[in-house]
């Protein structure tokens, strides 16, 4: 596995291949952390279908703004997580769940579309922002037309700094194992950054537009974020994630799979549906 966190380590490279496991310096970063090694899956809820998953998830939202009103949230632009909006916005309709201090922050977004086109802040913006009512004030989105855009990866990293960090990130999974748009092989030691997309993304994103669209880039907070997450959710519906989810579980933690990440964290979920889990599903109750 190639590992940059640190300058040093090409002992430790040959130790992990030698032995097909993780990186002594990923340890070392996931037990800075808390985690406690080896982790071989991730903590996993199963549950019948889609909406029992977004059900539990936005269970889970309402703890956390119980216990902290103005908790800083993330959310992912993907079909994945269209239900829990949904879920969500009955639950202010009924008011049994208060988003009035809530902030949000992005996740990521595309990079260099033409104008008009629907980039992520307009699905979260339609699935959830609006129907929250989320005041302009509370969100801080990427401005992918910065003329700076490391330096507007800095100002995004520098506001969940000064927020005390993020409180509640959920994420969904890409067909390749990406999170946000952390691509298999970036580096897992990184911030908010702009990156390179896999031909896979390119491919897949495709589903989010009216018309084909070229991409290219995009623009992500880092895994380190994920890491610094006080809690963490990831959500995976349906049979088309079958095989991803069968190789994230499969695999040591490590940059190939960006969603491995969630074996290393103190409190990190998958919460997914059956259909995701049906490879899996054997493996978690033994
Ligand atoms: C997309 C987004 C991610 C999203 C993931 C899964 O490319 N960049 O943030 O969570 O891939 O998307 P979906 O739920 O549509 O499968």
């Known amino acids: ?28 970063v996931a037990e800075e952390y808390g985690a406690k090694l080896p982790l071989r899956y991730p903590a996993t809820k199963i549950t019948k279908d889609v909406k029992a998953m977004s059900k539990a998830t936005a269970k889970i939202v309402k703890e956390v703004l119980q216990k ?6 993330c959310f ?36 260099g579309l033409e104008e008009g086109e629907e980039d992520c802040t307009y699905f979260l913006t339609k699935h959830l922002y609006e129907p929250l009512k989320i005041k302009p004030e509370n969100m801080r989105m990427f401005n992918t037309k910065a003329e700076d855009l490391q330096a507007e990866c800095k100002q995004v990293d520098e506001y969940i700094f000064a927020q005390g960090g993020i409180d509640l990130m959920i994420l969904g999974i890409g067909m390749n194992g990406h999170l946000g748009l952390n691509e298999p092989y970036d580096d897992f030691d990184s911030y908010a950054k702009v990156v390179e997309l896999s031909e896979t993304t390119k491919k897949v994103g495709q589903k989010y537009f009216k018309s084909p669209t070229k991409l290219t880039k995009g623009i992500t907070l ?54 995701a889990a049906q490879r899996v599903a054997d493996l978690i109750d033994k």
């Not at 940059?4 to 496991?21: P, S, Y």
């Not at 309709?93 to 990079?111: C, G, P, R």
């Open 1 to 28: 596995m190639p590992c940059k966190l640190r300058g040093n380590c090409e002992a430790c490279i040959v130790k992990n291949k030698e032995e097909g496991t993780m990186a002594h310096c990923m340890e070392k």
């Open 68 to 73: 902290t009103p103005d908790a800083l949230l």
């Open 76 to 111: 992912p632009a993907g079909s994945t997580v269209i239900g829990t909006c949904e879920k969500l916005k009955k639950m202010v309709e009924n008011k049994e769940i208060d988003f009035s201090q809530a902030k949000f922050v992005a996740l990521d977004e595309w990079v």
């Open 222 to 275: 880092g895994v380190r974020h994920i890491f610094e997450t006080k809690k963490v959710i990831l959500q995976i519906s349906g049979a088309a994630k079958k095989d991803i989810v069968y190789d994230m579980y499969q695999s040591q933690p490590g940059e190939e799979i960006p969603a491995t990440v969630m074996k290393l964290l103190t409190d990190g979920e998958v919460i997914m549906d059956e259909a």
